[in-house]
Protein backbone atom coordinates (compact mmCIF):
# COMPACT_ATOMS: atom_id res chain seq x y z
CA UNK A 1 0.00 0.00 0.00
CA UNK A 2 2.76 2.27 0.57
CA UNK A 3 4.06 2.08 -2.74
CA UNK A 4 0.48 2.79 -4.29
CA UNK A 5 0.71 5.97 -1.77
CA UNK A 6 3.84 7.36 -2.58
CA UNK A 7 3.72 6.82 -6.56
CA UNK A 8 -0.29 7.41 -6.69
CA UNK A 9 -0.40 4.40 -8.97
CA UNK A 10 -3.15 1.42 -8.24
CA UNK A 11 -1.21 -0.78 -10.05
CA UNK A 12 0.25 -1.66 -6.72
CA UNK A 13 -2.86 -2.84 -4.94
CA UNK A 14 -4.06 -6.10 -6.12
CA UNK A 15 -7.32 -5.91 -4.96
CA UNK A 16 -8.12 -2.75 -6.91
CA UNK A 17 -8.46 -1.97 -10.72
CA UNK A 18 -7.02 0.58 -12.43
CA UNK A 19 -10.43 2.82 -12.40
CA UNK A 20 -10.52 2.30 -8.24
CA UNK A 21 -13.10 -0.13 -7.97
CA UNK A 22 -12.23 -3.50 -5.18
CA UNK A 23 -12.59 -6.93 -7.36
CA UNK A 24 -15.80 -7.22 -5.20
CA UNK A 25 -16.90 -4.35 -7.01
CA UNK A 26 -16.79 -5.29 -10.67
CA UNK A 27 -19.45 -8.01 -10.99
CA UNK A 28 -22.30 -5.46 -9.25
CA UNK A 29 -20.83 -2.49 -11.90
CA UNK A 30 -21.11 -4.76 -14.90
CA UNK A 31 -24.26 -7.17 -14.30
CA UNK A 32 -27.68 -6.83 -16.16
CA UNK A 33 -29.32 -7.71 -13.35
CA UNK A 34 -28.53 -7.94 -9.55
CA UNK A 35 -30.03 -11.25 -8.99
CA UNK A 36 -27.15 -12.33 -11.42
CA UNK A 37 -24.77 -11.23 -8.96
CA UNK A 38 -26.25 -11.84 -5.34
CA UNK A 39 -28.06 -15.39 -4.58
CA UNK A 40 -29.78 -16.57 -1.34
CA UNK A 41 -28.17 -20.22 -0.48
CA UNK A 42 -28.80 -22.88 2.36
CA UNK A 43 -26.22 -23.58 4.52
CA UNK A 44 -27.34 -26.21 6.87
CA UNK A 45 -26.25 -24.63 10.40
CA UNK A 46 -27.62 -21.43 9.82
CA UNK A 47 -30.78 -21.68 7.11
CA UNK A 48 -30.39 -19.26 4.14
CA UNK A 49 -27.53 -16.51 3.87
CA UNK A 50 -26.97 -13.97 1.18
CA UNK A 51 -23.50 -14.51 -1.11
CA UNK A 52 -22.16 -12.27 -3.88
CA UNK A 53 -21.16 -13.97 -6.84
CA UNK A 54 -17.27 -12.78 -8.12
CA UNK A 55 -16.29 -12.10 -11.50
CA UNK A 56 -15.48 -15.21 -13.82
CA UNK A 57 -12.69 -14.75 -16.82
CA UNK A 58 -14.67 -18.00 -17.72
CA UNK A 59 -18.21 -16.14 -18.40
CA UNK A 60 -16.26 -12.68 -18.45
CA UNK A 61 -19.06 -11.84 -15.19
CA UNK A 62 -20.38 -12.61 -12.50
CA UNK A 63 -20.83 -16.57 -11.82
CA UNK A 64 -22.02 -18.62 -8.95
CA UNK A 65 -21.27 -21.85 -7.95
CA UNK A 66 -21.15 -24.77 -10.81
CA UNK A 67 -21.61 -28.22 -10.96
CA UNK A 68 -18.64 -28.96 -13.68
CA UNK A 69 -15.43 -27.31 -14.46
CA UNK A 70 -15.06 -24.82 -17.37
Not at 7 to 35: K, Y
Amino acid sequence: MKDAIETRDNDWLGWMSRSGRECGDEPIAVAAQLDLVFQEVLVASVGKVPIQFMYSNAVHGPEGPIDDQH
